[in-house]
T-cell receptor, first 115, second 112 residues
Framework: DAGVIQSPRHEVTEMGQEVTLRCKPI?????LFWYRQTMMRGLELLIY????????DSGMPEDRFSAKMPNASFSTLKIQPSEPRDSAVYFC?????????????FGPGTRLLVL | AQSVSQHNHHVILSEAASLELGCNYS??????LFWYVQYPGQHLQLLLK??????LVKGIKGFEAEFIKSKFSFNLRKPSVQWSDTAEYFC??????????FGSGTRLQVQP
């Protein structure tokens, strides 16, 4: 299996621009998670989906952030407009329902720099 | 809401030294516990996990962890570290919410 795939791996953009991060979960997994990693706040959950439906988006910082999962094999995280404080590494992870014994597998991350 | 504490932020060891990284969580119910490792510039990789049963779990690369329910702890251990173990280590907890709550991480530096 190819594992969780994320693109792009690196993104440099200017403040105010729209940024779209992409994730392909492991085939057959029914949970998908977006996390953000910063020096100040560590690893924090942004949103997660179950069977393509958003379950908990309480970690999404503000309305500038949105996430979608149009099908079981694709999800996007969009920031519009982007700000320098959004600079971080964004990880996508997926897991398979296993009676409460789910293990999350992480993608390589997208390193975002907003100038 | 649950929280995870990793009290050691930066640990420096010489090769062959023994390692123990502390992890404590706060949650009164059933938890699943994980240790992930992040090598420089790389993504998170699962080291080991605990769901139930034997509180001593063994993972990859010679790591092990012990779940002590009475202490709400899940400490990571390795008898003899190698230079290649230099990385950041994250303890994480999940409950019925499914999502992981991470500790702040411990940066391990192993000197040759």
């Amino acid at each position: 299996d190819a594992g969780v795939i994320q693109s792009p791996r690196h993104e440099v953009t200017e403040m105010g621009q729209e940024v779209t991060l992409r994730c392909k979960p492991i085939s057959g997994h029914d949970y998908l998670f977006w996390y953000r990693q910063t020096m100040m706040r560590g690893l924090e959950l942004l949103i997660y989906f179950n069977n393509n439906v958003p379950i908990d988006d309480s970690g999404m910082p503000e309305d500038r952030f949105s996430a979608k999962m149009p099908n079981a094999s694709f999800s996007t995280l969009k920031i519009q407009p982007s700000e320098p404080r959004d600079s971080a590494v964004y990880f996508c992870a997926s897991s398979l329902t296993s009676g409460g014994r789910e293990t999350q597998y992480f993608g390589p991350g997208t390193r975002l720099l907003v100038l | 809401a649950q929280s995870v504490s990793q009290h050691n932020h930066h640990v420096i060891l010489s090769e062959a030294a023994s390692l123990e990284l502390g992890c404590n969580y706060s949650y009164g119910g059933t938890v699943n516990l994980f240790w992930y490792v992040q090598y420089p510039g790389q993504h998170l990789q699962l080291l080991l996990k605990y769901f139930s049963g034997d509180p001593l779990v063994k993972g990859i690369k010679g790591f092990e962890a012990e779940f002590i329910k009475s202490k709400f702890s899940f400490n990571l251990r390795k008898p003899s570290v190698q230079w290649s173990d230099t990385a950041e280590y994250f303890c994480a907890v999940s409950t019925g919410r499914r999502a992981l709550t991470f500790g702040s991480g411990t940066r391990l530096q192993v000197q040759p």
